[in-house]
C-alpha cells in the first residue's frame, strides 16, 4: 500500500517536472512584449515568419511595468529566458551601455537602417550604435474636437502657445454638460503624469538638472509649470483628474467628455474609430503647445526590439527582428488591415508612402516626432538625453516619487511649493547617494 | 417581547450580511458583466448595468489570442502540486508541534508566520539567481517548490489549530495499543483532523491559484499559470477593459465553481476552534 501510494507521488512529481523538459527546440525563439494593439496584431503575423523561416516564436505578453520588472530580473541574473525583449527608449541607452543588448550593427542591406526616422534612431542608440530596432514609434500632440472649437468661435493654429490652449479650454468648457475643456494626465508614475508634467514643463524652459546635476526644482521655470497647470485644470480640466492616466483620459475623449486632449499621437488611431469613439468624426490635430521659448512639450517613445546578451540564439532573434521592424511588415499590415492600422513612427518611407500621407493624423504625427530632440530636450543645457526621461538608472524611481508629490497637488493635498521643496530634496538626495554629486 | 426583539436581530443581521456579501461580490459581477460588453460598451458613462447587446466576441478573442488550456493546466498542477507538497510536510510538522511542544514551540510558530511579512519583492534576485543556478526558470517543479514554500507558514499554522482540539488521550491510547508513530499520524490523526485538513488544502489551493508574483516573475511561455494569462491582456496604453474582463473570467471560473461546491468545508475550516 505505501509503496503504492509513493509510486504515485513520484508519478505526479514528474508530471508536474515535464514542463521543463519539454520542447527545448533550436529554432524556437521567446519574445517578450507588451500588450498594445500593434504588438497583438504582430503576434497574428507570426506565422508567416515561421512559414519562411522556419524558425518558430513564442509571445510572453505582459503588462508594461510588470514586463520591465520581469526583463530587468531577467537580464541582471542571466536568467536567459527571452531571445527578444520589447523594451523602450529609456532603457534602451542605458542597457545598451551596459553591454546588456546585442548591438544590432550587422543587421542586412535590404535592411535599410538608414531608413529608420532619425529621431528614433537616435533614442536607440548608445554611442552611436544602435541597440534596439523601433516596431513604432510616438510623439505626443493636441487631439481635439472640431466642433466645439468652431462653436467656441476659435481656431486651433497648427502649433499652439500654452496661452490658446488655456483661452481655448476656457472656451470649451461647460460643465453643465459634462465637457471639459482640456484632459490632460495627474496619474502619479513616471511614465504617466510624471512624463506629462516634464515635458510641460521643459517647454516652460524649466530642466531636471543642471550641468553638475543639481535638482532645479527651486528655479522660477518648474513653479510656473506647475502652476499654470495646476490653474489650468483647475478651471478647465475634468474632476479627480489626479488618477486621470492615458486610458482615463482616453474614455473621457472618446465618450465626448474632453475639448482637447493632450497625450501620445497613437492615440489618433483610437479616438478617430468609430467602432470605439463617439466623436469619431470630429477629431482635429495640432502640435504640442509651447510658451515661445523655442521648445514644445511632446515626447518621443518608441517600443523597440532588442536583443539581450546571453541569448543562444541571435541569429535567428535578428532575422525576427529585420522581419518584424521591416518595410516588408509594414506593406504586410497594409495590405490585409488597411494604411491607417500600419505601426507608425518608425521608418521614413512610411512617410514619403502617398498612401499612408492619406491617413488624417499621419502627418502631423510626423511634425511631432521631427519637433522632439532627445539629445537637446530643454531650453537650457543639461547633461542628459530623454525628452520625457532623464537617461540614468536611477531616474525611474526618483520621478516616481516626485510624481507622487505633483499628484498630491493635483489631488489639492499640498501646495505647488511644497511639493517643489520636496522634489528637490527627493532629488537631490537620491543622486547624491548614486554617487553624481 | 423578547421574540420580537431577536427575529428584529435576526433581520438587521440578515441584511447586513446580505449587504457585505453583495458588496465583496459586486467586483466580480461587473467583471463578468464587462466581459459581455464590447470595448465601446465597457467605458460607457453611465455605466451599463445590464441591458446591453450582450456578445460573446471577447471570450472569441481571447481563445484564439491564448492557449487558455495550457495555462489552466499550468494553474491545476501548481496550485494542486503545491499543496499536496505542502500538507506532506505540514502535517507532521503540525503533529510536533501540537501533541510534543517543546519551550520554543510558540516562537518558531510566530517566526514562521513572520516570514509572511517579508514582502516578496525583497527576495526576488535571490530567488532567481537559485532558480538560475538550478535551471528551475520557467518550469512548474520550480515553481511547485516555491508556492508550497510561501504558503507552508499558513499550512501549519492552520493545521496546527485543527490539531490542538483533538484530545491527547487519544493518540496515548493508540500508543498504548502499540501503534507505531507513523501508524498514529495516518490512521488516527489524519481522519480525525480530516475536516480541518480538507480546508487547509482548500483554501492553500486557492492561495496558489491567485498567486501572482512569483508566478509572473518566474515563468516565461511555457510554465506561466490563469495569472500570467490575465496580465497578457493588461494594458496601459489601450482600453481593452472587456478583453481583460473575459480573461479574467476564465481565470477565477474554475476557483469559483470549487469554491461554490466547497463553501461548507472552507467555512467551517475557518471558524473551527474560533468558538470554544
Known amino acids: 500500500m505505501l509503496r503504492k501510494n509513493a509510486l504515485c507521488a513520484a508519478t505526479a512529481l514528474s508530471v508536474f517536472a515535464a514542463g521543463s523538459a519539454f520542447a527545448d527546440n533550436h529554432s524556437t525563439i521567446t519574445v517578450a512584449t507588451v500588450n498594445n494593439g500593434d504588438m497583438i496584431r504582430m503576434q497574428g503575423y507570426t506565422d508567416q515568419f515561421t512559414e519562411a523561416t522556419g524558425i518558430g516564436v513564442e509571445w510572453v505578453t505582459l503588462e508594461e511595468n510588470v514586463l520591465r520588472q520581469r526583463v530587468t530580473t531577467d537580464i541582471t541574473t542571466k536568467g536567459g529566458q527571452f531571445d527578444i525583449m520589447t523594451i523602450g527608449m529609456y532603457e534602451t541607452p542605458i542597457w545598451g551601455a551596459n553591454g546588456w543588448l546585442i548591438p544590432l550593427d550587422d543587421l542586412s542591406a535590404e535592411y535599410d537602417v538608414d531608413d529608420i526616422l532619425p529621431a528614433m534612431r537616435g533614442g536607440l542608440s548608445h554611442d552611436g550604435t544602435l541597440y534596439a530596432a523601433p516596431f513604432y514609434g510616438e510623439s505626443s500632440m493636441v487631439m481635439y474636437r472640431t466642433d466645439l472649437m468652431e462653436a467656441a468661435g476659435l481656431e486651433m493654429p497648427e502649433a499652439p502657445t500654452w496661452e490658446f490652449i488655456r483661452e481655448a479650454a476656457i472656451a470649451m468648457t461647460d460643465r453643465e454638460n459634462d465637457i471639459n475643456g482640456i484632459c490632460l494626465r495627474g496619474k502619479a508614475g513616471w511614465g504617466e503624469g510624471g512624463a506629462f508634467i516634464t515635458v510641460t514643463a521643459n517647454s516652460f524652459g524649466a530642466r531636471w538638472f543642471d550641468e553638475d546635476w543639481n535638482a532645479q526644482f527651486d528655479q522660477p521655470e518648474w513653479a510656473n509649470a506647475l502652476n499654470f497647470f495646476v490653474d489650468l485644470m483647475a478651471e478647465a480640466g475634468p474632476p479627480g483628474y489626479s488618477t486621470n492616466g492615458f486610458n482615463e483620459n482616453l474614455s473621457l475623449f472618446q465618450q465626448g467628455k474632453c475639448g482637447m486632449w493632450i497625450d501620445a499621437t497613437v492615440a489618433a488611431s483610437f479616438v478617430t474609430n468609430p467602432d470605439d469613439s463617439t466623436v469619431a468624426d470630429s477629431v482635429g490635430f495640432a502640435l504640442a503647445p509651447d510658451t515661445g521659448m523655442g521648445k514644445r512639450s511632446n515626447w518621443l517613445w518608441a517600443w523597440a526590439l532588442a536583443i539581450p546578451a546571453g541569448t543562444q540564439k541571435e541569429a535567428e532573434a535578428k532575422q525576427f527582428i529585420e522581419w518584424a521592424t521591416s518595410k516588408e511588415y509594414i506593406e504586410l499590415v497594409a495590405a490585409n ?90 532629488t537631490n538626495d537620491a543622486m547624491e547617494a548614486a554617487g553624481y554629486r | 417581547m423578547a421574540r420580537a426583539t431577536t427575529t428584529r436581530r435576526k433581520v438587521i443581521t440578515t441584511a447586513v450580511a446580505w449587504a457585505i456579501g453583495l458588496l465583496i461580490f459586486f467586483p466580480i459581477y461587473w467583471t463578468i458583466l464587462t466581459s459581455f460588453k464590447t470595448e465601446a460598451q465597457a467605458i460607457n458613462d453611465p455605466p451599463l448595468f445590464f441591458f446591453f447587446d450582450w456578445t460573446l466576441e471577447n471570450y472569441a478573442i481571447v481563445q484564439e489570442r491564448s492557449d487558455y488550456m495550457r495555462f489552466l493546466w499550468n494553474s491545476v498542477v501548481l496550485a494542486g502540486g503545491s499543496t499536496l507538497l505542502g500538507i506532506l510536510v505540514a502535517v507532521p510538522a503540525a503533529w510536533s508541534m501540537a501533541f510534543v511542544p517543546s519551550k520554543r514551540t510558540k516562537d518558531i510558530l510566530l517566526w514562521m508566520l513572520s516570514t509572511k511579512m517579508l514582502p516578496a519583492v525583497g527576495v526576488l534576485y535571490p530567488i532567481s539567481l537559485i532558480f538560475v543556478q538550478f535551471n528551475l526558470l520557467d518550469t512548474r517543479i520550480g515553481l511547485v517548490v516555491v508556492l508550497m514554500l510561501i504558503n507552508l507558514p499558513i499550512i501549519v499554522w492552520m493545521l496546527y489549530t485543527y490539531f490542538k482540539e483533538i484530545p491527547v488521550e487519544i493518540l496515548e491510547a493508540a500508543r498504548m495499543d502499540g501503534a507505531s508513530l507513523r501508524e498514529e499520524i495516518l490512521y488516527i490523526l489524519t481522519p480525525m483532523a480530516v475536516p480541518g485538513i480538507a480546508s487547509t488544502i482548500l483554501l492553500n489551493f486557492i492561495l496558489a491559484w491567485n498567486e501572482a508574483f512569483w508566478t509572473l516573475n518566474l515563468t516565461a511561455a511555457k510554465a506561466g499559470p490563469l495569472t500570467a494569462f490575465i496580465a497578457s491582456y493588461s494594458s496601459p496604453e489601450g482600453l481593452f477593459f472587456a478583453k481583460l474582463s473575459a480573461a479574467s473570467t476564465m481565470a477565477i471560473a474554475p476557483i469559483l465553481v470549487l469554491g461554490w461546491f466547497s463553501q461548507k468545508q472552507l467555512v467551517r475550516g475557518l471558524t473551527f476552534g474560533a468558538v470554544k
Open chain 1, 337 to 426: 488591415e488597411g494604411w491607417a492600422n500600419v505601426p507608425p513612427g518608425a521608418r521614413t518611407s512610411l512617410y514619403e508612402n502617398p498612401e499612408y500621407q492619406a491617413v488624417p493624423f499621419a502627418q502631423m504625427t510626423l511634425d511631432s516626432i521631427n519637433a522632439a530632440d532627445p539629445t537637446n530636450p530643454t531650453v537650457k543645457p543639461v547633461p542628459y538625453v530623454g525628452i520625457q526621461f532623464v537617461a540614468i538608472p536611477e531616474f525611474a524611481g526618483i520621478a516616481t516619487e516626485v510624481s507622487q508629490e505633483f499628484s498630491a497637488v493635483y489631488a489639492g493635498q499640498q501646495s505647488v511649493e511644497e511639493a517643489l521643496e520636496k522634489a528637490q530634496a527627493i
